[in-house]
């Protein structure tokens, strides 16, 4: 029991407050007509998404170069101002930066996805990627199999997903690690995409 | 009827508070119906037990809920909905406690409204109701707080710590101060 139990007082105080109390019927219906004036909730967070979330860039060999030759000059100038002295460079060793060697153009990578579900009538596959919309991206049955794929273009980095079977069944991918519980209590996948292909 | 203890709570919505939010995160609004179904009357309870009166009581349940659906795309990052909710039910009666406080104190004749119940098992009888809101009223706003948690929403500490950040031991001595100030006002009645 409680440490009310000490004094019978206040284990009476406690007990009445307890109960329920009743209110306004309406007072539900209130809420629900206020929510239905606000944003959906999912809307405001792909905005946000989009502005944040890592991504790829199609770069062509040119706009490569120049971003190359940018960067580098970028770290001459800064190099230079923050040293703000003579510092001679080693004979033959190189003055470019180390940024040069890690310049973000890669490609999108493309993943494809696959699940065995012999009793399904469908499978969709949902991820941070697709904002964890059930019917963003449905995945292919292969003729005459069980086997379901879909192939996804997706930015380099770490992704949580999840198969969904018949619209409300959640299935991790047992090709893949287990992510850490996200409190809803359904069982999602980790994939880190690397750059190049995934096929 | 009773409104059945914190942990349980927690366990047996747990898996249908995740779909719901789904559901809703999917754009289904009205799935947030089932939401507000499932925590209206617990937080009713706290949030009149808390505040005093029903009229500050559903203010603090309206915005309570909206805010929570407002930031339900940042959930999933977050505890289970129902601690989660709570903390900003808890959040939101300590502002509508501090902006009203100038306002008379005790709440009997607004609370009395709460008396005329159409199902007399459900509700309070109408004496033990304003007594027991008079009493609690009468407790400082945080000794008040602490108590419900423990006593009236049965919570852990640890729980009640999660929820409101303060700490355990400063969480307990605020339980036991509460239960402190009602013993003295029993000897106090005991006297008279």
């Known amino acids: 029991m409680t440490e009310s139990d000490q004094h019978p007082y206040v284990e009476w105080i406690a007990g009445e407050a307890r109960r329920p109390v009743v209110t306004d019927p309406a007072a539900r219906e209130r809420i629900m007509m206020a929510v239905r004036t606000e944003p959906l909730p999912q809307r405001r967070s792909r905005v946000w998404q989009r502005v944040f979330e890592p991504r790829a860039f199609r770069l062509s060999p040119v706009a490569s170069t120049l971003l190359a030759a940018g960067l580098v000059g970028i770290g001459l100038i800064a190099g230079k101002v923050a040293n703000n002295r003579d510092v001679r460079s080693p004979v033959g060793e190189p003055k470019v930066p180390a940024v040069v060697q890690q310049l973000p153009v890669s490609p999108d990578t493309v993943v494809k996805f696959v699940f065995v579900a012999p009793q399904a009538s469908k499978v969709s596959v949902v991820g941070d990627f697709n904002g964890w919309d059930t019917t963003t991206t449905p995945m292919v049955r292969t003729p005459n199999s069980s086997v379901w794929t879909v192939t996804l273009p997706l930015t380099t980095g770490r992704h949580v997903y999840s198969f969904v079977v018949d619209g409300s069944t959640w299935s991790a991918d047992p090709s893949a690690p287990l992510a850490p519980d996200d409190g809803f209590g359904r069982p999602n996948s980790v994939r880190i995409v690397g750059r190049g292909s995934a096929l | ?192």
């Not at chain 2, 789904?22 to 505040?51: E, I, K, N, S």
């Not at chain 2, 009888?125 to 007594?131: K, R, S, V």
């Not at chain 2, 339980?175 to 009645?189: G, Q, S, T």
């Open chain 2, 1 to 192: 009827m009773t409104l059945a203890p914190w942990g349980w709570v927690i366990k047996q919505n747990m898996s249908d508070d995740a779909a719901d939010v789904r559901r809703v995160l999917a754009g289904d609004v009205d799935a947030y119906a089932a939401l507000v179904d499932r925590y209206y009357d617990r937080c009713a309870r706290f949030a009149v037990r808390m505040l005093g009166n029903r009229d500050d009581a559903e203010d603090a349940l309206q915005v309570t809920f909206v805010r929570a659906y407002r930031a339900l795309d940042r959930y999933q990052e977050r505890d289970r909905f129902s601690a989660w909710l709570y903390r900003i039910l808890v959040n939101q009666c300590r502002s509508i406690a501090a902006r009203r406080a100038h306002r008379e104190k005790v709440f009997v004749r607004e609370e009395a409204l709460l008396l005329n119940a159409p199902d007399r098992s459900t509700s309070w009888t109408g004496e033990d109701e304003e007594f027991v809101q008079r009493v609690l009223s009468e407790l400082d706003p945080l000794l008040r707080e602490a108590f419900l948690l423990k006593y009236i929403e049965e919570m852990s500490y640890e729980e009640m710590s999660t929820l409101t950040g303060v700490g355990v031991s400063a969480l307990k001595m605020r339980v036991k101060r509460a239960c402190d100030r009602l013993r003295e006002r029993w000897e106090r009645i005991k006297h008279d």
